[in-house]
């Protein structure tokens, strides 16, 4: 046997088994939710194999027949969830930004150990986590018990069930998303380069413009896709701190294939935001490809 196909048969070995993997549980269940995406609803619930495209039309707007009616509140759920996912990135971003600076110039032991305080919200519950700021948020809460115990206030505020709770809670639960990324990019940081532009005459904000800001590039744009797409469909942090003020794409999914049992329709949400995020993903690589150039 050659030595090349023996090395092509053992990058098969070891190849073949997540390739498979993938192919049955991702690729799968995603063609799946295709097909289903362009049939009719069955009368009680699952799907009649008829072919229809009228899930999309109810969507973007050519859907007006008998059962299945365009309604501009869905394009309204999906402005809002694209709104209260870019927000999501953006305060993660302010937040993660100076933290990573801060951390990457600590002693190694201290360093290590701010890390671990950023990812030791992974060791927890999610649901727990948001139910501990329901306590935190809800007119009884300890932040409106504190507001009027200063008296910054006179009755309760009501921060839980608003777009503001929402934006709160998925920022806490995905700040160690744009956090990583960004660190990785902040520590590779050349010293030498900052020094030597601020010898040249360089203001702070021109250093940071110039030096930093291309150099972690990189960092913000993977931070910010991989926080943007979790939080564009997440169901469970508006569910628990929107309730049913703030409905998100994600709740409006969960609601088709649980409630409503329209799975096709359920289905053509799931596809849309499915394209969102292709679209987002390419929009990433030609901005990584323009970065190397």
């Known amino acids: 046997m ?8 053992q990058l098969l070995g070891l190849l073949g088994g997540p390739t498979l993997f993938l192919l ?3 690729f799968g269940p995603l063609l799946i939710m295709v097909v289903y995406s362009f049939l009719t609803p069955g009368l009680y619930g699952g799907v009649d194999w008829i072919f229809s495209h009228l899930n999309y039309g109810r969507i973007l ?6 059962y299945e009616k365009f309604d501009p509140v869905f394009l309204s759920i999906f402005g809002r969830s694209l709104r209260l996912a870019a927000l999501t990135v953006i305060t993660s971003l302010l937040i993660s930004y100076p933290a990573a600076f801060w951390i990457s110039r600590m002693t190694p032991g201290r360093r290590d150990f701010a890390i671990f305080l950023v990812t030791l919200p992974f060791f927890v519950s999610l649901i727990v986590r948001l139910f501990a700021w329901v306590l935190i948020l809800r007119p009884t ?3 409106n018990q504190g507001l009027m115990g200063v008296g910054l206030t006179a009755q309760p505020i009501e921060f839980l069930y608003t777009d503001f709770a929402v934006i709160l809670g ?3 639960v995905f700040i160690p998303f744009m956090f990583l990324p960004l660190y990785g990019s ?12 601020a010898d040249l005459g360089a203001t702070r904000f021109q250093t940071f413009r110039k030096v930093v ?3 972690t590039m990189p960092g913000i744009i993977g931070g910010a896709i991989i926080t943007f797409i979790p939080a564009l469909g997440n169901f469970i942090v508006p569910s628990v701190l929107g309730g049913a003020k703030v409905l998100m794409i994600g709740n409006l999914i969960e609601q088709q294939f649980l409630s ?4 096709p329709f359920g289905s053509a949400l799931a596809m849309l935001v499915m394209t969102a995020v292709l679209v987002l993903l390419v929009v990433q690589l030609r901005l990584a490809r323009h970065g190397e150039h």
């Open 2 to 9: 050659s030595l090349a196909r023996r090395k092509f048969l």
């Open 24 to 26: 049955v549980f991702f």
């Open 61 to 66: 707007g050519w859907a007006d027949t008998r």
């Open 141 to 143: 809460g300890f932040l």
């Open 170 to 172: 998925m920022t806490y």
């Open 186 to 197: 902040i520590e590779k940081l050349d010293i030498a380069q900052i020094e030597a532009s």
């Open 213 to 215: 800001l291309p150099a």
């Open 260 to 263: 409503a049992r329209n799975w």
